[in-house]
């Protein structure tokens, strides 16, 4: 698949560069294919087993993973020349909080990059991608995990644009030869679904959210399951 943003960011060196609620680093990798020269890439998370897997992945030179809560990052101003976050806004209890502090760290000039699928203009496979992402938020809820449903691509795009960044570039990822009928990717989607819903056995949600999921799986089996459209969007500070 075409990538423009790596494209666009060719000719642009960064140093020291921060991935935001980092996981288990999936992002890392493609942060150093965009940066290959950088010094040090740090990834935080809130979550201790996100950062442990991490460590074990990105074990090398010029990598650095830290538990912290990202609403309050304990970096100085102005330090990174690049900061990213991808598929996490819609994680957050604090959307605008984390990308205040993320610009708040990012240096004048550096870049602010977000990755995060989004909720409209989604065909038919695709919107079975966003349906049963609004499911898994909604049984996360129940247990007590913030998880809210995806955004739509503008209201993404207003929070970036309350940050008051030069816009850079702005992008929408989608697959055009993804398999809505691939059988690996089905067989996946039915063992989370097995998987959440024992998870809220015995919540007051159970009936109505295993009503919810039971439908959600006979539209997996009518329509199949391609990913989402992303929003890639880079800003200057
Ligand atoms: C869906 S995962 C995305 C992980 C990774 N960026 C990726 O693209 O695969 C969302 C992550 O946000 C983290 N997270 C949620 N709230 C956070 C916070 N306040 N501070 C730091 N990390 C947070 C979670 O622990 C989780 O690892």
Aim: proline content about 3%.
């Amino acid at each position: 698949m075409d990538d423009p943003i790596k494209e666009k960011l060719r000719d642009i060196k960064c140093q020291t560069i921060l991935d935001v609620a980092t996981g288990q680093g999936n992002l890392i990798g493609y942060l150093k294919e965009l940066f290959p020269d950088s010094d040090e890439i740090v990834g935080i998370d809130n979550s201790p087993k996100a950062i442990k897997a991490a460590r074990e992945k990105f074990s090398g030179n010029g990598y650095r993973f830290e538990q912290m809560d990202a609403s309050k990052m304990s970096f100085d101003n102005n330090y990174f020349d690049a900061v990213a976050l991808s598929n996490s806004l819609h994680h957050f209890a604090e959307p605008k909080a984390i990308l205040n502090e993320m610009y708040r760290v990012l240096k004048p000039g550096g870049l602010l990059m977000v990755f995060e699928m989004f909720r409209d203009n989604q065909n038919t496979s695709q919107k079975t991608h966003v349906l049963l992402h609004h499911w898994w938020a909604a049984v996360d809820s129940a247990t007590g995990i913030v998880h809210n449903e995806t955004y739509s691509r503008n209201e993404i795009l207003d929070m970036l644009a309350n940050l008051g960044l030069r816009e850079f570039a702005v992008f929408d990822y989608a697959d055009p030869n993804d398999d809505a009928r691939e059988e690996k990717r089905i067989k996946w989607m039915k063992d989370i679904y097995k998987d959440y819903f024992a998870r809220i056995e015995g919540k007051p949600e159970y009936t109505k959210l295993v009503g919810r999921g039971k439908e959600l799986m006979k539209r997996l089996d009518k329509y199949g399951i391609t990913w989402a459209t992303m929003i890639g969007y880079v800003g200057k500070k």
